[in-house]
């Protein structure tokens, strides 16, 4: 799927799920997403549920078409994000994985075998990293819904990846009301973080944003 001429989905719905984190009934199942954003610089934005790695990485390499990413960017450390990294870096061993510090804290508690020795590249709050023409801008996003949590905002085309901060229930081969799956998802995972939400659309509102690519759908 194309989101612009350079920025494409690699996504996978899930219709396994019948309760997403064993308690929110999902009738029409999940889309865990996933981007690449291809230019002299390759980034893969996320990864996904571990029941997809063979999808997932089929769907990156499609997209890839024999070339190698540079960089993987991991903007949330739950599974349903970021189960895949360890397979991600077997596939592409060269490839320099981006994320905050309290990211990598918690990626070396989940993938104790996982060593990338110098292939770690730590971002700072408001820091950026260039591609070629597209420029990756890091805002941190602390407990939209979990501490390490951060969006990464695109500048040239103006695309925000916003890791569950505007998610919804649903996958995206089902038609159904967006705004309801939307409202829900909202109230069941990241509306008890009400004062952080507010901290991160204050800090949205600042930037020109014309595409959103959820972690849970896109709009």
Request: hydrophobic residues 45%; proline residues 3%.
């Given at each position: 799927?194309?989101?612009?001429?350079?920025?494409?989905?690699?996504?996978?719905?899930?219709?396994?799920?019948?309760?997403?984190?064993?308690?929110?009934?999902?009738p029409n199942g999940?889309?865990?997403?996933?981007?690449?954003?291809?230019?002299?610089?390759?980034?893969?934005?996320?990864?996904?549920?571990?029941?997809?790695?063979?999808?997932?990485?089929?769907?990156?390499?499609?997209?890839?078409?024999?070339?190698?990413?540079?960089?993987?960017?991991?903007?949330?450390?739950?599974?349903?994000?970021?189960?895949?990294?360890?397979?991600?870096?077997?596939?592409?061993?060269?490839?320099?994985?981006?994320?905050?510090?309290?990211?990598?804290?918690?990626?070396?508690?989940?993938?104790?075998?996982?060593?990338?020795?110098?292939?770690?590249?730590?971002?700072?709050?408001?820091?950026t990293l260039e591609?070629?023409?597209?420029?990756?801008?890091?805002?941190?996003?602390?407990?939209?819904?979990?501490?390490?949590?951060?969006?990464?905002?695109?500048?040239?085309?103006?695309?925000?990846?916003?890791?569950?901060?505007?998610?919804?229930?649903?996958?995206?081969?089902?038609?159904?009301?967006?705004?309801?799956?939307?409202?829900?998802?909202?109230?069941?995972?990241?509306?008890?973080?009400?004062?952080?939400?507010?901290?991160?659309?204050?800090?949205?509102?600042?930037?020109?944003?014309?595409?959103?690519c959820r972690f849970?759908?896109?709009?």
């Open positions: 799927m194309f989101i612009t001429d350079s920025i494409f989905y690699v996504g996978v719905n899930d219709h396994q799920v019948d309760l997403f984190e064993g308690q929110y009934d999902v999940m889309a865990y997403n996933s981007y690449v954003i291809m230019d002299e610089k390759i980034a893969v934005m996320d990864t996904v549920d571990i029941h997809f790695t063979e999808e997932w990485l089929g769907n990156v390499a499609k997209v890839l078409d024999g070339r190698k990413p540079d960089y993987l960017v991991v903007q949330h450390m739950e599974p349903d994000h970021a189960a895949n990294i360890c397979n991600f870096m077997k596939a592409y061993p060269e490839t320099t994985v981006v994320a905050n510090a309290k990211t990598f804290g918690m990626m070396a508690n989940f993938f104790p075998e996982m060593d990338l020795k110098d292939q770690k590249l730590e971002v700072k709050n408001g820091g591609l070629g023409k597209h420029v990756l801008n890091f805002v941190f996003a602390p407990m939209v819904h979990w501490p390490e949590v951060m969006v990464t905002y695109e500048s040239t085309e103006k695309v925000l990846f916003s890791a569950d901060g505007f998610g919804k229930f649903g996958a995206l081969d089902v038609e159904e009301d967006w705004d309801c799956e939307a409202r829900r998802y909202y109230i069941g995972i990241v509306g008890k973080y009400g004062a952080p939400v507010q901290t991160l659309l204050k800090k949205a509102a600042a930037l020109d944003i014309q595409i959103i849970m759908d896109l709009f």
